[in-house]
């Protein structure tokens, strides 16, 4: 079964930058034509939302990434972006893409981001 890639993960530290990249198949999910969104899970919490594209370009962020992170997507190559700044401690889950409404298609592994000096 196909699942979601996502990539760009790493170790930064307190105020560092990464790029996640999130794809997969258009057959699977069209990123155009849904709202999608940013997930992240640290250890030992529920998995939640922090940022979100619908279908029309709205955009919605979390209050605790608000002003640090993007949401973009290019619709051309089916890929999900999160340009994520200014990068804190608590910021450190493994961060997973998905619709951003149920149902959900099959989620992928993640990418692992650790922010740590």
């Known amino acids: 079964q196909e699942r979601l890639v996502e990539s760009g993960g790493g170790l930064v530290q307190p105020g560092g930058s990464l790029r996640l990249s999130c794809t997969v198949s258009?057959?699977?999910?069209?990123?155009?034509?849904?709202?999608m969104g940013w997930y992240r899970q640290a250890p030992g919490k529920q998995r939640e939302l922090v940022a979100s594209i619908s279908r029309f370009g709205t955009i919605n962020y979390g209050d605790s990434v608000k002003c640090r992170f993007t949401i973009s997507r290019d619709s051309a190559d089916n890929r999900l972006y999160l340009q994520m700044n200014s990068l804190k401690p608590e910021d450190t889950a493994v961060y997973y893409c998905?619709?951003?409404?149920?149902?959900?298609?099959?989620w992928g592994y993640g990418t692992q981001v650790t922010v740590s000096s």
């Open positions: 998905n619709r951003r409404d149920p149902p959900q298609v099959a």
């Open positions: 258009r057959h699977i999910l069209s990123f155009n034509t849904n709202a």
